[in-house]
């Protein structure tokens, strides 16, 4: 079977714009050379050319794009749960800036990351944004597992030259450009891992670094991602730092590093204000929505709707090891019940978000940071995810959506069968690649 060209029949979910779900009980998803061909109700309305594809047989099984993490911590996965009753300074502090000091030993790289690629790989998130850290090459070994995963990623060699503990903060501005310069230079043979600009946050990262900074992202053409406005003594920090900033953004503008002709997803914007969100409009830059981390750490509820309304873009985060969860089923559930929390606690008319609007984020909304990524929409590229019903199914009829919504609800990673990426087949809930598809292949004669 020529695994890029195919069609899947099932119950199929996906998201067109934030306000709306398409379904689409009994119907057809066709996958052409890994791209979606579109979503027929009956077999007989499939364009004649793809008529010919196998047709993989899911009926009664939901069929939903794979989801897509802005923002993921790669070597906090180790010490996922420990220290949520700090709050972010003092966690980075004790918990992760010495976890992320040990990458400099690869054999401890190579047993951290291989497990957090193993369990990425049974997860529903098929396009991820990783910080590694400082060490070149414990992050080239986190981009060859990656690369090998059947996932597609976007991986950054942290940059920190000041503010940081004596393990971690690399001498000087010259030599933390130099050295993300000699990664770039052997991130030229990857497909499905790409590198992304990744200075760490502001406070640890000199105007001389991300001068230097600018120059490279302007000689290779990268992408970059950062934090912004996660916490209110960071912020303040920021201030103090930077006096001649308007505002956080405006400390990674000045350097050319804030959107505009640099794609950049900016995790948290917990406590962004009207300027900086106007800058975020004019430069189109994403928003990561880390809603678990963010109640762990004590940082605050981000006003996912007041950005929704001023149509920023915007996906989730894990933001994993601040949240506990790889999951983006995860953070979609959080996303929803953090919006009722903070209407709560006093932001006026402001609306809860929806199963709608937290679904498109964790799909659409995330994926087109990567391109045309997270709809069925013809001409995508086919991310699927195949799932059942999580057990026990209750014992009256569900519409699809309210199934879905459980699934977001449940976030059990059980419920998945099939995992597609790029239309092609990734080792998921303990799928073997030479086992085939855990549906019933048939192929279908010409009408």
């Known amino acids: 079977m020529d695994y890029r060209n195919f069609v899947l029949q099932g119950d199929i979910c996906y998201s067109k714009t934030a306000h709306s779900l398409v379904t689409a009980e009994h119907s057809f998803l066709v996958c052409t050379e890994g791209k979606s061909g579109g979503v027929f109700s009956r077999f007989s309305h499939i364009p004649r050319p793809y008529r010919q594809f196998p047709c993989i047989d899911y009926t009664g099984k939901l069929i939903i794009p794979g989801l897509v993490d802005l923002h993921m911590h ?7 749960s420990l220290g949520m009753d700090l709050e972010l300074l003092e966690w980075l502090e004790t918990r992760a800036f010495p976890e992320e000091a040990k990458y400099e030993d ?3 790289a190579l047993q951290a990351y291989g497990a957090l690629v193993a369990t990425l790989q049974e997860g529903p998130n098929t396009r991820i944004c990783l910080f590694g850290t400082v060490h070149v090459p414990a992050t080239l070994l986190l981009m060859d597992l990656l690369e090998h995963s059947g996932l597609v ?3 950054g060699k942290v940059n920190m030259d000041r503010n940081s503990p004596d393990t971690l903060r690399e001498q000087d501005a010259a030599r933390s450009a130099a050295a993300t310069q000699a990664w770039l230079e052997q991130c030229g043979t990857y497909r499905n891992c790409t590198p992304i600009l990744t200075p760490r946050f502001i406070p640890s990262c000199t ?8 120059t490279l992202q302007r000689r290779y053409g990268l992408p970059l991602q950062s934090h912004l406005s996660e916490n209110l003594r960071e912020i303040a920090w920021v201030r103090e730092l930077c006096p001649e900033s308007s505002c ?15 794609p950049t ?8 204000g009207n300027e900086e969100i106007a800058l975020m409009q004019r430069r189109g830059v994403y928003v990561a929505h880390c809603p678990q981390s963010n109640m762990n750490l004590a940082s605050g509820i981000a006003p996912a709707r007041r950005y929704l309304e001023a149509g920023l873009s915007m996906g989730l985060g894990s933001d994993v090891a601040g949240g506990v969860h790889t999951s983006i089923f995860r953070a979609m559930s959080d996303g929803i019940g953090v919006s009722k929390l903070r209407r709560c606690m006093g932001a006026g008319d402001e609306a809860p978000l929806t199963l709608e609007e937290v679904f498109y984020l964790g799909t659409r909304g995330g994926g087109a940071f990567f391109g045309q990524v997270g709809s069925f929409e013809a001409g995508y590229e086919l991310d699927a995810l195949v ?5 026990p199914v209750p014992p009256f009829p ?21 995992k597609y990426v790029r239309g092609l087949p990734v080792p998921a809930a303990g799928f073997k690649a030479h086992e085939g598809p855990r549906g019933k292949i048939r192929s279908r004669p010409l009408p």
């Not at 790669?74 to 996922?80: E, G, I, L, W």
């Not at 105007?207 to 600018?214: F, I, K, V």
Request: a negative charge.
């Open 74 to 80: 790669a070597p906090q996965f180790t010490f996922r």
């Open 398 to 418: 569900l519409s699809l959506r309210e199934r879905l919504e459980r699934i977001v609800g449940c976030s059990d990673e059980r419920s998945i069968l099939m």
């Open 207 to 214: 105007d001389e670094l991300l001068r230097r900074l600018s």
């Open 153 to 155: 990623c976007m991986v």
């Open 106 to 108: 690869r054999n401890y």
């Open 265 to 272: 997803v900016m995790a948290h914007c917990v406590y962004s």
């Open 248 to 262: 956080y953004g405006d400390a990674y503008a000045r350097f050319d590093l804030f959107g505009g002709d640099v």
């Open 387 to 391: 799932m059942e019903d999580p057990r």
